[in-house]
């Protein structure tokens, strides 16, 4: 009778030990997937901030190269992306240089993307300034 016994309780540790290795394993997994799903949401978000980048310094340059700036306020959509550009182009009044001299025909450049992302509204902006001149002969 004393190795039934035995060999019951050697059984019913055997259960206990299973169920345990199945709780870890199960902790390890849910913890794994919240990781990777973590990282799938970081790496979704720098893609779309270096996507917003590139649309930012495209229409800067495009900007830029124009022969002759005009103040004024542009919205260009950008293809079927849901992103609008907001170009803004403004004379600088009363800008003068280190010797106290005014600077003239200064303008600042200001490109704005906006777009609609998890329910609301998202928007950068890049800026530089330009002489007007500089593509004039």
Same mark, same amino acid.
């Given at each position: ?16 030990? #299973?169920?345990?290795?199945?709780? =870890? ?7 794994f997937? #919240? %990781? ?5 949401a970081a ?8 996507? =917003? @980048?590139r649309?930012?310094?495209? %229409? ?5 190269? =124009? ?6 306020? @542009?919205?260009?959509p #950008? ?6 550009? =907001? ?9 003068? &240089?280190?010797?106290g ?9 200001? #490109?704005t993307?906006?777009?609609?992302? &998890? ?5 950068? %902006?890049?800026? @530089? ?7 004039q002969?």
């Amino acid at each position: 009778m004393k190795t039934r016994r035995r060999t019951r309780f050697r059984s019913g540790f055997l259960l206990l030990e #299973v169920v345990l290795a199945l709780a =870890i394993f199960g902790a390890a997994a849910t913890a794994f997937t #919240v %990781a990777m799903n973590r990282m799938a949401a970081a790496a979704d978000l720098a893609q779309n901030e270096l996507r =917003i @980048t590139r649309i930012l310094e495209s %229409a800067l340059d495009e900007n830029l190269s =124009i022969p002759t700036l005009q103040e004024g306020t @542009t919205t260009t959509p #950008v293809g079927n992306t849901g992103i609008d550009i =907001i170009t803004k182009i403004e004379l600088m009044q009363d800008l003068e &240089n280190q010797d106290g001299q005014l600077l003239q025909e200064l303008y600042r450049v200001t #490109v704005t993307a906006r777009w609609f992302h &998890n329910d609301e509204w998202k928007e950068r %902006a890049a800026e @530089t300034w330009r002489y007007a001149r500089l593509y004039q002969p």
